[in-house]
């Protein structure tokens, strides 16, 4: 039941910044992870980050020194601060809340990032 809504994205050139934040309509407390995925024009959707609900992190490696990822349980919320984008980094990028079973796994929309070179 859980709602998630991406933003932040946008076009950016090659090694600028973006940060993104996903607001849930509920709490984020209870899940075992949030993360952000992304997903490229004729790539399969790959996970980016992900932060677990005691606070331990996960990156792909491609993006790690590059993103962080953070959450606000206050206020229902995880970010991702991209930084050093590169072209290679342009993709849908979309929010995830895992609740530990399938049922209770939420999905965003997705909001595009576009990096130039």
């Known amino acids: 039941q859980l709602q998630l809504v991406e933003s932040g994205g946008g076009f950016v050139q090659a090694g600028g910044s973006l940060k993104l934040s996903c607001a849930a309509s509920?709490?984020?407390?209870?899940?075992?992870?949030m993360g952000w995925y992304r997903q490229a024009p004729g790539k399969q959707r790959e996970l980016v980050a992900l932060?677990?609900?005691?606070?331990?992190?996960n990156y792909e490696i491609s993006v790690k020194g590059r993103f962080t990822i953070a959450r606000d349980p206050a206020k229902n919320t995880v970010f991702l601060q991209m930084d050093s984008l590169k072209p290679e980094d342009t993709a849908v990028y979309y929010c995830?809340?895992?609740?530990?079973?399938?049922?209770?796994?939420?999905w965003g929309k997705g909001t595009l990032v576009t990096v130039s070179s």
């Open positions: 995830n809340a895992d609740g530990g079973i399938r049922s209770l796994n939420y």
């Open positions: 932060i677990t609900n005691y606070g331990s992190t």
């Open positions: 509920g709490s984020i407390f209870g899940f075992v992870s």
